[in-house]
């Protein structure tokens, strides 16, 4: 494993740093305070080439590696964790397709999100089914002219208020069907030109080919606010074949594989916010004086800088190894991610805390970031599989 970035790698972590320092942070915490979807900036992520990362370079005419895309990833929490989590949604919904879906699939679905500033939202988790994926009672059925029909409803969807496109996965028959089927629902296209970025509606959508999606009002979450949530309800949507990917008994492994995919990411996520707070609070303490000298520079707190230092670092060439495995296609993949997102979480919680404790009471007030830091942290430990469950795939694997 080679810790050297080659030209390629090097330079989107310095386009993705430019873009950071000059859309995300001199405006962040505005954006949080008006509750405002930051999808002007989405876009420009996408023109710089920074989004759909995982779209195969036949349809995008360029590739983006596992490595790669953990430092854009990275880079884009370091600015905020919400627009990257909006950002990475794209690859949640499109990486099965990507994975196991024919020519036309994947020309048909993904070409949109090369073509324009598209999202999709991943439609997995159910009020009923979040870490036990086997729980979901959306279901897909043959109707009487040969062709499915989805009803089900699922909840703590990414972008699901701007999506112009839905990948679900769902049961096959009946809900207690042990066979779990991925399909893919184009929508109406949303670009940020004619997006109401400060809507608080739900919206109701009649598709062409049968049937009705509608989604609830943006959830009023504790962190990552700009990161776009909610429910979405599929009402007698009308499934032709196309429209199913791979083969619809093998939705569980399909899951599996995009997790594995995706939690690096996550814990790219994780190691971003970390940095984030590491540095913000590196620049309070260097500059806050007390007892006649830097907070900095007593060693109780040094001590704790000395911490959250640690636990960055650590962090991160757990990432680094997880996104190598990834690319090199090593068997045990899903060790390393799962250690990687587990590691990330605990190193965005633990700096965003102590960062917040240095800052005493100056931390707790909303016009300092730190505050909007450790709200941020908090999802991480818990989207795309609890700790508890990282923990469960490690010792699966292990014995």
Same mark, same amino acid.
């Given at each position: 494993?080679?810790?050297?970035?080659?030209e390629?790698?090097?330079?989107?972590? +310095?386009?993705?740093?430019?873009?950071?320092?000059?859309?995300?942070?001199?405006?962040?915490?505005?954006?949080?305070?008006?509750?405002?979807?930051?999808f002007?900036?989405?876009k420009?992520?996408?023109?710089?080439?920074?989004?759909?990362?995982?779209?195969?370079?036949?349809?995008?005419?360029?590739?983006?590696?596992?490595?790669?895309?953990?430092?854009?990833?990275?880079?884009?929490s370091?600015?905020?964790?919400?627009?990257s989590t909006? $950002?990475?949604?794209?690859?949640?919904?499109?990486i099965?397709?990507?994975?196991?879906?024919?020519d036309?699939?994947?020309?048909?679905?993904?070409?949109?999100f090369?073509?324009?500033?598209?999202?999709?939202?991943?439609?997995?988790?159910e009020?009923?089914?979040?870490?036990?994926?086997?729980?979901?009672?959306?279901?897909? /059925?043959?109707?009487?002219?040969?062709?499915?029909?989805?009803?089900g409803?699922?909840?703590?969807?990414?972008?699901?208020?701007?999506?112009?496109?839905?990948?679900?996965?769902?049961?096959?028959?009946?809900?207690?069907? !042990?066979?779990?089927?991925?399909?893919?629902?184009?929508?109406?296209q949303?670009?940020p030109?004619?997006?109401?970025?400060?809507?608080q509606?739900?919206?109701e959508?009649?598709?062409?080919?049968?049937?009705?999606?509608?989604?609830?009002?943006?959830?009023d979450?504790?962190g990552?606010?700009?990161?776009?949530t909610?429910?979405?309800?599929f009402?007698?949507?009308?499934?032709?074949?196309?429209?199913i990917?791979?083969?619809? /008994?093998?939705?569980?492994?399909?899951?599996?594989?995009?997790?594995?995919? $995706? /939690?690096?990411?996550?814990?790219?996520?994780?190691?971003?916010?970390?940095?984030?707070?590491?540095?913000?609070?590196?620049a309070?303490?260097? +500059?806050?004086?007390q007892?006649?000298?830097?907070?900095c520079?007593? !060693?109780?707190?040094?001590?704790?800088?000395?911490?959250?230092?640690?636990?960055? +670092?650590?962090?991160?060439?757990?990432l680094?190894?997880?996104?190598f495995?990834?690319?090199t296609g $090593?068997?045990d993949?899903?060790?390393y991610?799962?250690?990687?997102?587990?590691?990330?979480?605990?190193?965005?919680?633990?700096?965003?805390?102590?960062?917040?404790?240095?800052?005493?009471?100056?931390?707790?007030?909303?016009e300092?970031?730190?505050?909007?830091?450790?709200?941020?942290a908090?999802?991480?430990?818990i989207?795309?599989?609890?700790? +508890?469950v990282?923990?469960?795939?490690?010792?699966r694997?292990l014995?």
């Amino acid at each position: 494993m080679d810790f050297n970035l080659n030209e390629e790698q090097q330079q989107y972590l +310095e386009t993705v740093r430019r873009f950071v320092e000059r859309e995300i942070s001199p405006r962040v915490l505005s954006l949080e305070r008006e509750h405002v979807f930051p999808f002007d900036i989405i876009k420009k992520a996408w023109e710089l080439g920074i989004m759909n990362l995982s779209i195969p370079e036949d349809i995008k005419g360029y590739r983006i590696d596992a490595i790669a895309s953990a430092l854009i990833i990275k880079e884009l929490s370091f600015g905020d964790s919400g627009i990257s989590t909006s $950002a990475m949604c794209n690859d949640l919904a499109n990486i099965v397709i990507a994975m196991h879906g024919n020519d036309e699939q994947q020309k048909m679905f993904l070409s949109p999100f090369v073509d324009a500033p598209l999202l999709a939202s991943f439609c997995l988790t159910e009020p009923g089914a979040g870490s036990d994926n086997s729980a979901m009672t959306s279901v897909i /059925r043959k109707g009487q002219d040969g062709r499915y029909v989805l009803n089900g409803g699922k909840s703590f969807i990414t972008n699901a208020s701007y999506a112009s496109q839905f990948t679900v996965f769902c049961k096959v028959g009946k809900p207690t069907s !042990p066979f779990i089927a991925c399909v893919v629902i184009p929508s109406l296209q949303i670009e940020p030109e004619t997006a109401d970025v400060t809507s608080q509606n739900s919206r109701e959508i009649t598709l062409p080919s049968g049937g009705r999606v509608t989604t609830g009002k943006p959830e009023d979450k504790l962190g990552q606010r700009l990161s776009n949530t909610a429910t979405v309800t599929f009402e007698d949507v009308v499934i032709d074949d196309a429209q199913i990917i791979g083969d619809r /008994r093998l939705g569980f492994q399909y899951i599996t594989e995009v997790l594995d995919y $995706a /939690r690096p990411m996550v814990a790219a996520i994780g190691v971003g916010l970390a940095k984030r707070a590491l540095d913000v609070t590196l620049a309070y303490t260097k +500059e806050r004086r007390q007892f006649g000298e830097r907070i900095c520079d007593m !060693p109780v707190a040094r001590e704790t800088l000395v911490e959250m230092w640690k636990k960055y +670092e650590l962090a991160d060439m757990a990432l680094m190894k997880a996104a190598f495995m990834i690319e090199t296609g $090593a068997p045990d993949q899903g060790k390393y991610a799962s250690l990687a997102k587990n590691l990330a979480a605990e190193a965005a919680i633990f700096c965003a805390t102590e960062g917040l404790h240095l800052h005493g009471g100056y931390g707790f007030m909303a016009e300092y970031e730190i505050s909007k830091l450790l709200r941020d942290a908090q999802i991480i430990d818990i989207y795309e599989g609890t700790r +508890e469950v990282q923990s469960m795939i490690i010792g699966r694997e292990l014995i």
